[in-house]
């Protein structure tokens, strides 16, 4: 049974940073691209920032580049996002994804966990 599970939420103020990270088991790590998405209240759910399977390439929304900064650890399964000088508009609850890189069907969500950025 896979599962993917993210920590690593809360308050923070704007300028402050978070670390997010995701666990996933049941499924062969290496071989999934990892992803991070967020929702905004009444906002549809985007792509923050993706990593393949050998953490060889990376990809971010507009939005976050220069401030994210996603990351893994095959060897324990963990996926990373280090957010940096984070803005209001920030605030959403985060997802963790993980897609087999050749079949998409094979595709796994986290719950989520909250971020929030206030003053």
């Known amino acids: 049974q896979v599962q993917v599970v993210e920590s690593g939420g809360g308050l923070v103020q704007p300028g402050g940073s978070l670390r997010l990270s995701c666990a996933a088991s049941?499924?062969?790590?290496?071989?999934?691209?990892m992803s991070w998405y967020r929702q905004a209240p009444g906002k549809e759910r985007e792509l923050v920032a993706t990593?393949?399977?050998?953490?060889?390439?990376?990809n971010y929304a507009d939005s976050v580049k220069g401030r994210f900064t996603i990351s893994r650890d095959n060897a324990k399964n963990l996926v990373s996002l280090q957010m940096n000088n984070l803005k209001p508009e920030d605030t959403a609850v985060y997802y963790c994804?993980?897609?087999?890189?050749?079949?998409?069907?094979?595709?796994?969500w986290g719950q989520g966990t909250q971020v929030t950025v206030s003053s």
């Open positions: 990593i393949v399977g050998d953490g060889g390439t990376t």
């Open positions: 994804n993980a897609q087999h890189r050749r079949l998409k069907n094979y595709d796994y």
């Open positions: 049941g499924l062969v790590f290496s071989l999934y691209t």
